[in-house]
């Protein structure tokens, strides 16, 4: 019999990473960029986090979005359309897979291992980057937090698809 664990993240289904966005500094303007390396324990290698360079704690190496949330935003914010991922600063932009679903799951995003940490709240900035209305629009979605696990290259295009979730043994 299947585990509620099991059915969170099942391996079989996959998603596409459709966007890669990085920033130099915090209040630095957020560009995409086509590829990059995931660097274990730090984030990024083209991020702020990968230009440090340094072993990073913190549960935010990498944040996530899904694409299918982008519309719903620019709904929720009263706007035309969509919202362009690079105003909403988050690192990766995947489709095709819920990732609330996979909340301290593993997951393999191109060659690199992430382990999905937690919800990643949106910031007073959001006022300023979807206008008013921005940060109540992101509440609940506004995508996950990783650490980077296993460093390797990301591209947009690249697989996202949850790992197996690890056997435990029968005590």
Same mark, same amino acid.
Do not use: F, W
């Given at each position: 019999?299947?585990? /509620?664990?099991? *059915?969170?993240?099942?391996?079989?289904?996959?998603?596409?990473?459709?966007?890669?966005?990085?920033?130099?500094?915090?209040?630095?303007?957020?560009?995409? /960029?086509?590829? @990059?390396?995931?660097?274990?324990?730090?984030?990024?290698?083209?991020?702020?986090?990968?230009?440090?360079?340094?072993?990073?704690?913190? @549960?935010?190496?990498? @944040?996530?979005?899904?694409?299918?949330?982008?519309?719903?935003?620019?709904? *929720?914010?009263?706007?035309?359309?969509?919202?362009?991922?690079?105003?909403?600063?988050?690192?990766?932009?995947?489709?095709?897979?819920?990732?609330?679903?996979?909340?301290?799951?593993? /997951?393999?995003?191109?060659?690199?291992?992430?382990?999905?940490?937690?919800?990643?709240?949106?910031?007073?900035?959001?006022?300023?980057?979807?206008?008013?209305?921005?940060?109540?629009?992101?509440?609940?979605?506004?995508?996950?937090?990783?650490?980077?696990? @296993?460093?390797?290259?990301?591209?947009?295009?690249?697989?996202?698809?949850?790992?197996?979730?690890?056997?435990?043994?029968?005590?």
């Amino acid at each position: 019999m299947k585990t /509620i664990r099991d *059915l969170n993240a099942p391996p079989h289904i996959t998603g596409r990473v459709e966007a890669l966005i990085v920033r130099g500094s915090p209040r630095e303007p957020a560009r995409c /960029i086509d590829a @990059t390396v995931a660097l274990a324990r730090i984030g990024l290698a083209d991020d702020r986090l990968g230009h440090k360079g340094e072993a990073e704690l913190s @549960t935010r190496q990498v @944040t996530l979005i899904q694409a299918e949330h982008l519309p719903v935003i620019a709904q *929720l914010a009263h706007l035309p359309g969509t919202v362009d991922p690079v105003r909403l600063r988050r690192n990766i932009v995947v489709s095709g897979i819920n990732l609330l679903a996979l909340r301290n799951a593993r /997951i393999h995003v191109g060659e690199a291992v992430l382990e999905v940490v937690g919800p990643c709240a949106p910031c007073s900035r959001m006022e300023e980057e979807v206008g008013p209305g921005g940060y109540a629009a992101m509440r609940g979605h506004g995508g996950m937090t990783a650490r980077v696990l @296993t460093t390797g290259a990301i591209r947009v295009g690249d697989e996202v698809r949850a790992a197996p979730p690890a056997q435990l043994p029968l005590v």
